[in-house]
């Protein structure tokens, strides 16, 4: 008898609790925010951040921009922007404004496709140095899932090619149709800031 009432205070408590809850139920379509304010919710109202939950958020930050630029590579492609690329890609070489990287935006948009997106390379790219990889302070974290850590690990491959197309004319006016591919607008943020975000003391804020 006394355990029975045991139970029933304990069920009694866990109700009283519960009802001390606030629920809040979001609906929304694809891309319309209802993660941001779930997140801004737990920045505003939850407790401290540790390190655990930094680097998982660094790694999701890594693989949203190569989901990001894949559907960007998508769109130019649905859009036929393909040709609008040789042409800058090609007007640029003439005037001898070749990228630092010695990139073209073509040539850059083809290793996206062939690596990020249709998956048709052949020739692996070099991994990441292991002395890159140990310093690396984001690293990787059980908790993002298996494909948010290869994501981001693929960022770390292909940023210079996801930054020189991000700074070419075409991208940008394929950027500005970036609704027809469910594009979050917070992710220019994350393109613009490509440097911080892949180097190696990245912590986020």
């Known amino acids: 008898r006394l355990r029975d009432e ?3 205070d304990e069920q009694e408590g866990a109700r009283e609790r519960d009802e001390k809850k606030v629920k809040l139920l979001l609906l929304g379509t694809g891309e319309s925010g209802k ?3 779930f997140k801004q919710m737990r920045i505003l109202y939850g407790g401290p951040k540790t390190d655990d939950d930094l680097r998982m958020y660094g790694v999701i930050v890594r693989s949203n921009i190569v989901t990001a630029i894949r559907k960007l590579c998508l769109l130019t492609r649905q859009l036929g922007y393909e040709m609008k690329l040789d042409e800058e890609s090609a007007a640029a070489t003439a005037a001898d404004l070749s990228d630092v990287s010695g990139m073209t935006p073509r040539e850059a948009y083809d290793q996206i496709i062939a690596y990020l997106v249709d998956n048709t390379a052949t020739d692996p790219l070099p991994e990441i140095s292991r002395e890159q990889a140990e310093r690396d ?3 990787r974290s059980t908790r993002a899932g298996i494909q ?7 960022l770390l491959q292909h940023v210079e090619a996801i930054r020189v197309l991000w700074q070419s004319t075409t991208i940008q006016d394929v950027w500005m149709k970036r609704a027809q591919a469910n594009i979050n607008d917070s992710h ?3 393109l613009s800031d490509l440097t911080r975000i892949v180097d190696v003391k990245y912590i986020p804020t």
């Open 6 to 8: 045991q139970i029933t």
């Open 35 to 37: 993660s941001t304010i």
């Open 137 to 139: 302070w984001v690293g």
């Open 148 to 154: 948010a850590n290869l994501d981001a690990q693929q």
């Open 188 to 190: 220019n943020e994350y």
